[in-house]
């Protein structure tokens, strides 16, 4: 008798064990475009902050647990953001373009926030840039092309998850036969619209569900994305406040539903690194500050949190050195807007002098905004590049450099290039690369992430720590 006592008190024990062995509250951050090196960028850039050679750790790189991943699509060896979103959300290798479903383009796959919100779990999904854009939409919809936001708009709705944040919708127009617009069709599917974080803070209480967007003034200026962290000001919705408000929304479920499951993107990193821009330093210490916010969350729950971190791909195809054996990322310090910016108000310049804009104006701006000839020392060259470049824009010669998400007049592609050079970074193309991305995990589950692993096997494994298996 008392060997089968003992039999099932072991047996018991192991139920008691295995029931609270799940993640019950589950973080996916996810660094769009940042690889190894724009991690190690980040790290390095504080160090040199410091006069250390060296790096200064941010949060998210310190976790226990790590991976290096690959981000192959599956007709491309170097992916775009929607079938590597699709990988991260579904498990599943698609087309690129292609979102929330196979390669075949007719096959519907389900994420894992579907598998958190049908095991009972509260679902957010979030972002910096547009609520409709490919990373956050691969969480939820299932279209051929990423291009399609007016159905994507209608497919986040129908989804139901309890929590959206991003910028904006980039299509709200009502279709035919439709009698209200994408916000009105939200606010008639239970849907409370907070323009900006203390708009969120004063309805979040009575919201049934919540989709966050950015300040309609905010909006007016670019509905694309929320600014970089560079150029944002004190009226500006950041990652961070995203990030903590949905954690209160997602918590305040917790009556009627079993944890919750939180993506959330670092958008602009992308963007950013498209442009060859060094503001993506920024971006990257900006979504550790996010991360933070988790982390916080995760000391007063660490047996029932897990926090993972990765990335969709590389983008730039960047490269810590460039000559010799040098590295000057101290040189990010002296930029103070993105060439985004930079590129705008060196245009409301022209417009405010008129005949007056002259070199001596131009320059003041270089100095001010880039530190050229202060902190930064130019070469004669360089000088002479940058002289040139603004002589042919008042020639009315001057060659534009598109890339996706804008368009440089040849004098801020020239500055960029310089202070790449002065940091002894490299670039290899404006576009995706197939470099590994990093991963990193702690909490319950986090084991599960480490070695080289495919980019398809992250959902697999959060959901196997989650209890959501498929």
Request: with cysteine; hydrophobic share 40%; charged share 25%.
């Amino acid at each position: 008798m008392r060997k089968r006592i003992t039999i099932l008190t072991a047996l018991l024990l192991l139920v008691v064990l295995t029931a609270h062995s799940k993640a019950k509250y589950v973080f996916y951050f996810i660094g769009d475009g940042m690889g190894v090196n724009q991690v190690n960028a980040a790290e390095t850039y504080l160090g040199a902050l410091n006069q250390t050679i060296g790096i200064q750790p941010l949060c998210f790189p310190s976790f226990p647990y790590a991976a290096i991943v690959n981000t192959q699509s599956a007709t491309n060896g170097v992916t775009d953001s929607a079938a590597g979103g699709t990988a991260l959300a579904t498990g599943h290798k698609t087309k690129n373009g292609v979102l929330g479903m196979l390669k075949d383009q007719k096959t519907a796959v389900s994420s894992i926030a579907d598998w958190a919100r049908e095991a009972g779990a509260a679902v957010g999904i979030a972002t910096s840039v547009s609520v409709d854009h490919a990373t956050p939409a691969a969480f939820y919809a299932h279209v051929k092309d990423r291009k399609d936001y007016a159905t994507i708009a209608r497919q986040l709705i129908e989804r139901g998850n309890d929590f959206y944040a991003g910028a904006d919708f980039l299509d709200t127009k009502a279709k035919e036969g439709e009698t209200t617009d994408i916000y009105g069709q939200a606010k008639a599917q239970g849907y409370t619209i907070a323009r900006g974080y203390r708009d969120y803070q004063k309805k979040a209480k009575k919201a049934e569900k919540m989709i966050l967007l950015q300040t309609a003034e905010a909006s007016k200026r670019d509905k694309y994305s929320i600014p970089y962290a560079i150029d944002r000001t004190k009226d500006d919705m950041t990652l961070t406040d995203i990030t903590r408000a949905a954690i209160r929304f997602l918590t305040s479920k917790q009556q009627e539903k079993d944890g919750f499951f939180l993506m959330v993107e670092g958008g602009k990193i992308d963007w950013a690194c498209h442009a060859n821009d060094m503001s993506f330093i920024p971006e990257v210490i900006d979504m550790d500050n996010a991360v933070k916010v988790a982390y916080e969350f995760y000391q007063q729950h660490p047996d029932e949190t897990l926090i993972v971190v990765t990335a969709d791909h590389e983008t730039g195809g960047l490269a810590l050195g460039r000559r010799g054996y040098e590295l000057h990322l101290d040189v990010v310090a002296s930029q103070h807007i993105s060439f985004e910016k930079a590129g705008k108000e060196l245009h409301a310049l022209y417009k405010k002098h008129g005949e007056n804009y002259d070199w001596n104006v131009v320059k003041n701006f270089l100095t001010e905004h880039f530190g050229l000839w202060t902190t930064v020392k130019l070469s004669d060259e360089q000088t002479k590049r940058v002289e040139q470049a603004f002589q042919h824009i008042l020639e009315g010669k001057g060659k534009d450099v598109k890339t996706l998400y804008q368009r440089d007049n040849e004098l801020a592609a020239t500055v960029r290039k310089i202070l790449a050079e002065q940091a002894n970074v490299g670039w290899s193309t404006y576009d995706h690369s197939n470099g590994y991305v990093p991963c990193f995990a702690i909490g319950e589950g986090a084991e599960l992430l480490t070695g080289r692993i495919d980019n398809t096997e992250i959902p697999q494994r959060m959901a196997k720590a989650a209890g959501w298996v498929k």
